[in-house]
């Protein structure tokens, strides 16, 4: 779609994920088997025809700068791009300072394409979303920015933009992160409007906003906490309600489906969302192809049938490569090249690839980063305070094994 310029953010250290962050950046964590989380941004972007998109890293970015290089390569068409940007401190020998100062140092590369329109987008987030359908919005009501929101809990209200707004739309009211009294969605007592991190500009007024923002040095040069409070007074802000997104395919009953994976715990519940019975967010649409990179593998294998020694998965979800030897793996998420070996239980887990499970091992909520080795006849998930001696536990209990770990090996 010509006109329409996409930057997606996708520099945060992801500290609160840790240690899934502790060698990469939280868009480059791997999810759901076979995806990176940046791969839902850029599917969306993908599915929607918008196809001008510049990814703006900055820590920790190598492992993401090496899934962008095979995943996503668009090549033959000029108009058409998937650029990596790291941080180049175009405007001073510092790194960015914020969301805003992110587009802000890179405002050479907006000048250079002469966009109508600008999609600013976090690439961090498990959701799908036909842009097209914000953008129309957009264009509808003549907007200078466009923000999508959704309604959340009034307790977490505290770690989101809290929004008000009019019958029609238009932003009234815009508080970042509010410490106490949030303003609820009227009617909805339980609930705030809150935004998702996701905005369209007018190509003009994105430009002269931010080099506005750049001259204050109190500034946060934050999206957030500058950007939107100075320009909802103006007029000409208005709210995208996500619910009312439609993607063809897709039950009504999973429309909204968005979530923060921002710490271990909500990460872990959003991949176990994919493993439900009728999953809130559907891979497996053929109206939405999910497009990622996965080395090339043979189909996964479940072997041996005999008393006591069974090779199966049960209400999981298991990637190429994968061998279920005499084991059993319930309501899990196996990565690729995974080896399961005999007598061994997994339950409730995210395996992220590459793992060697041992002969007779229990596992239980745990998330295991790529590239682990698990002893044979290691119990983990099944002693609080023994797994909390040992590894990084959750504060809703889920253990994580962090990337190239040898556990039980002397």
Same mark, same amino acid.
């Given at each position: 779609?010509?006109?329409?310029l996409t930057m997606i953010l996708a520099g945060g250290e992801g500290t609160r994920l840790a240690p899934l962050t502790g060698i =990469?950046?939280?868009?480059?964590?791997p999810f759901g088997g076979n995806y990176r989380i940046i791969d839902f941004v850029l599917n969306n972007f993908v599915n929607s025809d918008l196809l001008q998109i510049f990814v703006i890293t900055q820590f920790k970015s190598h492992s993401l700068m090496k899934h962008l290089s095979r995943a996503w390569r668009v090549t033959g068409l000029t108009s058409r791009f998937i650029d990596p940007i790291p941080a180049q401190m175009q405007t001073g020998k510092h790194w960015y300072l914020g969301t805003a100062d992110a587009v802000y140092q890179n /405002?050479? /590369?907006i000048s250079g394409l002469d966009?109508?329109?600008?999609?600013?987008?976090g690439g961090d987030h498990i959701y799908k979303m036909d842009v097209r359908q914000m953008l129309e919005f957009h264009r509808q009501h003549e907007a200078k920015l466009t923000v999508a929101a959704i309604p959340v809990p009034v307790a977490l209200a505290h770690e989101f933009g809290v929004i008000e707004v009019d019958a029609n739309g238009k932003m009234i009211g815009f508080e970042e992160k509010p410490k106490s009294n949030p303003k609820t969605i009227p009617g909805r007592p339980d609930f705030v409007l809150a935004s998702m991190g996701n905005y369209i500009f007018e190509a003009k007024t994105l430009v002269e906003v931010l080099e506005a923002d750049a001259k204050e040095p109190d500034s946060k040069h934050d999206f957030g906490h500058n950007i939107i409070p100075k320009l909802y007074p103006l007029g000409e802000v208005y709210v995208y309600d996500f619910s009312t997104n =439609?993607? =063809?395919?897709?039950?009504?009953e999973v429309r909204g489906y968005w979530?923060?994976?921002?710490?271990i715990d909500s990460y872990y519940e959003a991949n176990m969302d994919l493993i439900s019975i009728v999953p809130p967010i559907d891979l497996y649409n053929?109206?939405?192809?999910?497009?990622?990179?996965?080395?090339?593998?043979?189909?996964?294998?479940?072997?041996?049938d005999e008393a006591n020694r069974t090779g199966q998965a049960i209400s999981s979800m298991v990637a190429a490569g994968c061998i279920v030897s005499g084991s059993i793996v319930y309501h899990s998420i196996l990565g690729y090249n995974c080896h399961v070996h005999s007598h061994a239980y997994i339950e409730k887990s995210v395996l992220m690839g590459n793992n060697d499970i041992g002969r007779g091992c =229990?596992?239980?909520?745990a998330i295991i980063d790529k590239d682990v080795r698990i002893a044979p006849g290691t119990v983990i998930g099944e002693d609080p305070v023994l797994d909390k001696q040992r590894f990084h536990v959750s504060p809703d209990g889920v253990v994580v094994i962090p990337k190239g770990a040898m556990v039980g090996f002397d």
């Open positions: 779609m010509s006109g329409v =990469r950046a939280k868009p480059a964590v /405002l050479h /590369l966009p109508e329109h600008v999609c600013v987008f =439609r993607i =063809r395919g897709e039950k009504e979530r923060d994976v921002g710490t053929k109206y939405w192809p999910m497009r990622s990179y996965t080395p090339p593998m043979p189909p996964a294998k479940f072997v041996h =229990r596992i239980r909520r």
